[in-house]
């Protein structure tokens, strides 16, 4: 897994201040007091947003799949290979699992997770970690939402979409796309993003965006992928389930325009990624076919 250069956080955000600041105080004072400048900003933005947790949120009913977070790939739990892959991200400080059953919190106390039980009325899994948030009684500045159900996510994608966040004081959520293959053009269930030249969001949609004139999918064009990881500032995440549904949300089915919709600014990274979600049982044996193939115990 890489993280595309042109598009991660360090380059953009946090870098363009940088220069920025510096630039004005070399003008007004000097190269010594630049460089203090410059170092007391650095120190600033470094422990800008620097607590983080990270936050799985697991629930047992589903209309697809019931029991999903436990089933077995390769004989382990996906809940707790989702829990391994996010253990090893550095940016992490703490990684929990918020559940509203007690078979999962029983098997992730077995493996050594830190469990939050949430109540069962959060009716989606943004509800589950700002709950999970509160019952912390610990302060963080940003939560990231690591489904369950990408058992092969990599602590970089991780990382990458934390120190995104971290880079970009303005945004107050953060995501993760990746290079769309040809044949998901037209699958409304694959859903497309496009971002301006420093990195935000534009828009996500179900349709291909951008739409080639002539109707059909252009081998030449970059399109985007969404992928289903996200990060939010923590006073963000307080007041997301709450902003009321808006016009686009709501024709597209797609939560985040939602924040988009309200003027907030989401920061997005390209990795190089091929998803793996596991959304129907059929899908299990696919990735285990995948992690025998590539070796991966
Ligand atoms: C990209 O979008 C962000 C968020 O709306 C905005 O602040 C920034 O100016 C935009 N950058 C460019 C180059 O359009
Ligand atoms: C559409 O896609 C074709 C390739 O299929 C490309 O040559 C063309 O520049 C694209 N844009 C427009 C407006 O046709
Ligand atoms: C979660 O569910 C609530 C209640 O249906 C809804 O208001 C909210 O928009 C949903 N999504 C997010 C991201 O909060």
């Known amino acids: 897994m890489t993280i595309c250069a042109s598009s991660s956080s360090d380059s953009t ?16 004072a000097g190269a010594a007091a630049a460089a ?10 470094r ?17 697809r799949f019931e029991g ?25 400080d703490h990684v929990v699992v918020a559940t509203d059953n007690e078979k999962i919190a029983e098997c992730c106390r077995g493996f050594g997770a830190d469990v939050i039980m949430t109540s069962e009325s959060c009716r989606n899994g943004t509800e589950r970690c700002n709950e999970a948030l ?41 995501t993760a796309v990746t290079a769309l293959k040809p044949e998901d053009a037209f699958d409304p269930n694959r859903v497309k993003c496009v971002i301006n030249n420093s990195g935000y969001a534009i828009y996500f949609s179900r349709g291909l965006i951008p739409f080639n004139k002539s109707g059909k999918v252009n081998p030449k064009f970059p399109y985007l992928l969404h992928l289903g990881i996200q990060s939010y500032d923590t ?15 709501l024709e597209e089915d797609l939560e985040q325009l939602k924040v988009l919709e309200n003027g907030y600014k989401m920061k997005v990274i390209k990795v190089d990624h091929d998803a793996h979600g596991v959304d129907t049982p059929e899908d299990v044996e696919k990735i285990e076919a995948l992690m025998r193939e590539r070796n991966i115990q």
Do not use: C
């Open 235 to 249: 006073k963000f995440l307080k007041i997301y389930p709450q902003l009321p549904p808006t016009p686009l949300q």
């Open 13 to 28: 955000g946090s870098e363009t201040s940088r220069a920025w600041i510096v630039h004005g105080v070399v003008v007004l």
């Open 36 to 45: 203090a400048a410059a170092a007391l900003y650095l120190r600033r933005s």
């Open 134 to 174: 509160q019952k912390l009684g610990k302060t963080y500045d940003i939560v990231v939402n690591i489904q369950g159900d990408e058992p092969l996510i990599e602590p970089e994608i991780i990382d990458g979409i934390v120190r995104a966040l971290q880079g970009a004081p303005d945004a107050v959520f953060s």
């Open 68 to 92: 999903k977070p436990l089933v077995r790939i390769l004989g382990k739990p996906m809940i707790q290979r989702t829990w391994e892959r996010a253990k090893l991200a550095s940016t992490l």
């Open 47 to 63: 422990n800008l947003r620097r607590r983080v947790v990270g936050i799985i949120p697991a629930r047992f009913a589903s209309s």
